[in-house]
């Protein structure tokens, strides 16, 4: 069983929609991120938490919100989808035991913004 | 800011070649530097770190040793095989925050 896991895989959705990706964990670590990755660009960060009670904006918040509703859970929403969202958006793990050194990945969803 | 700066790709290579991927990075103190692997279709997995200069960090034939006199990570493989095509990023955290920086990342195709 994965460890991190995404839902949905892919998505196609039109300009103005809302959407939710979910990032579930079983490592039981108590940090979890949202990344996008766009071609060429590499990972840029979007969302950080270090507990439930704990959330951080990254390097690309604009038009993005998190939701940590258990230390195993964290949603990220596109509250007015646009197309230059399109992206390969990743959660990760890290455990504060290691000082995050490693993070763990889920296996992405492809979004598509029409 | 802190920032990481790797070699533009693709890299294509024969399978049994020798590879190097240059990795530089920017940052103040001691970072520690990472290179992640991504294979076709998956998430991304550590593949061998070093938190300190003069360490060499190695994993699956792959190695890269933590240069702060040139502020370089640079990956290497002595023989490559074409299970090893895929995407290939560089990061560093700094001493004063918990985030990663990302580079660019590489990809690298190996031919049979």
């Known amino acids: 069983d994965a460890d991190v896991t995404q839902t949905p895989r892919n998505r196609i959705t039109k300009t103005g929609k809302r959407i939710m990706l979910e990032c579930s964990q079983t490592k039981g670590h108590d940090r979890m991120y949202w990344y996008r990755q766009d071609p060429g660009l590499g990972l840029r960060l979007i969302y950080y938490?270090?507990?439930?009670?704990?959330?951080n904006k990254g390097e690309i918040s604009d038009g993005y919100s998190v939701s940590r509703q258990a230390q195993a859970k964290f949603s990220l929403s596109l509250e007015s989808a646009i197309p230059n969202q399109t992206a390969l958006y990743f959660c990760a793990t890290s455990d504060l035991t290691s000082g995050g050194h490693e993070q763990f990945f889920g296996p992405g969803t492809r979004l598509t913004v029409l | 800011g802190d920032s990481v700066t790797q070699m533009e790709g693709p890299v294509t290579l024969s399978e049994e070649a020798f590879l190097t991927i240059n990795c530089t990075y920017t940052a103040t103190g001691y970072p520690s530097l990472f290179w992640y692997v991504q294979y076709p279709g998956e998430g991304l997995q550590l593949l061998l770190k070093?938190?300190?200069a003069d360490d060499k960090g190695s994993n699956k034939g792959f190695e890269a040793t933590y240069r702060k006199e040139t502020t370089s990570f640079h990956l290497e493989k002595g023989s490559v095989q074409v299970s090893d095509s895929a995407v290939y990023f560089c990061a560093l955290r700094g001493d004063s925050n918990y985030q990663l920086i990302w580079g660019a990342g590489t990809k690298l195709i190996i031919k049979p």
């Open positions: 070093a938190t300190k």
């Open positions: 938490s270090f507990d439930v009670k704990d959330i």
